[in-house]
C-alpha cells in the first residue's frame, strides 16, 4: 500500500548547499527533517550558494512519520543576510528573516580590523536590519588607542556599540536584553569569540570553541555552516530568542550591490551622494570639488573609513584587493 505524505511549513535551522535541516511543529512537540531540495526550488538560483538558509520558512512534503522529506518551495523572505563567496563566485545566503546583525569584533587576539566591521555593517544596511558591533574578549590587555577611536566612530555615526566578554560575563545581561525575542545573526572572523559568546549565554550547549594559530594569529574554524541556537528570552512574553552563527570568515565582500551604490549605504557618506562638483561621476579621489574628500579633511568621515570605502569600490569593479 502507497504510503500517506503530508505537506507540512517548517524552519530551517541549518544546512549547507543542497541539505537542509528543518524543524516542524508535529503537535505534540517538534521534530526535526534532513531535507533535501527540490530541483524547481534551485530554478533561477543556480548561481546561488546556498540558495536556503536558517531562518527561512519552507514548505515540505515528506511520507508520514518519516525522518525526512523534500523541500517543496520557500515563504516569502522579509530580508536575507549575505556575502558574495569569492571562492564559489557566488552570492552566499548566511541567514533569512533577521532583525538583527551582530557583528563581533576583538581589540586583539585576533587582531582588531575594521575594515572586516565596515563590510558586515554595510551588508546589513544593504539589507535594511539592524545592526550592532560586539567587541568581545574585553578580559584582554590591549594598548592600540585607535582600537577605541575606531569602535567610538561607530557609536558616533549612528551604529549601537556593546563591550562584552564571554570569559568574564562582562556585557552579557546587557547583550541578552538587546537580543531578547528576536532572531538575530552573528558575524565574525574566525577566532573573535561567537561560539564563547553563545556558550557563555546559554551554558550547557557546549557548542565546540576554535582556538588561535599562534603563528598567524588568526582564528581555527570550526564552525562550517550556518546554524540556528534557540535561547531564553527576557522578555515578560517569553518568546524564544533566536541566534544564528555563521562561519567565521577572513574576508567579507559585500554582496547584492554594485560599486556606484556604496555611498548610499555607508552612514556618513550618503547625505553628500550626488553633491560634489561632478556629480554622480565622482570617484572621490582626485576630483576638485568632491564633498567627500573635503569631509575628510573637516574630519567629518573618518580618514580609515573612507580608505574602507575606496578598497571596497575596487574590490565591486574586480580590482585585486589585499587582506584587511
Known sequence: MKKQTEIIKGL??????????????????????????????LKGHEDIYNPIAPGDWVVV????????????????????????????????????????????????SPPFRPRFIDRVLLQADIAGIESIVICNKMDVEYDDIDVD????????????????????GEGLDELRREISGKISVMAGQSGVGKSSIINALQPGLDIREGELNEKYDRGVHTTTMSIMF??????????????IDTPGVRLFVPDGIKSDEVINYLREFAPLAGKCSFGLSCSHRTECGCKIMEAVHAGVIHEDRYESFLRIIDELEGKESDEY
Open 61 to 108: 512534503e515528506r511520507e508520514e512519520n518519516a525522518g525526512s522529506a523534500m523541500i517543496l518551495s520557500v515563504e516569502k523572505r522579509k530580508n536575507i543576510f549575505s556575502r558574495y563567496n569569492q571562492k564559489g563566485e557566488a552570492s552566499q545566503l548566511l541567514a533569512a528573516n533577521v532583525d538583527l546583525v551582530l557583528c563581533i569584533c576583538t581589540p586583539a
Open 230 to 243: 534557540d535561547l531564553p528570552s527576557c522578555s515578560a512574553g517569553g518568546q524564544i530568542t533566536k541566534l
Open 12 to 41: 530551517v535551522i541549518r544546512g549547507s548547499r543542497n541539505i537542509m535541516t528543518v524543524r516542524i511543529d508535529t503537535g505534540a512537540g517538534t521534530q526535526e527533517l534532513e531535507c533535501r531540495i527540490k530541483g524547481k526550488v
Open 149 to 168: 577611536e575606531r569602535l567610538e566612530e561607530y557609536n558616533r555615526i549612528g551604529h549601537k556599540l556593546l563591550y562584552v566578554s564571554a570569559k568574564t
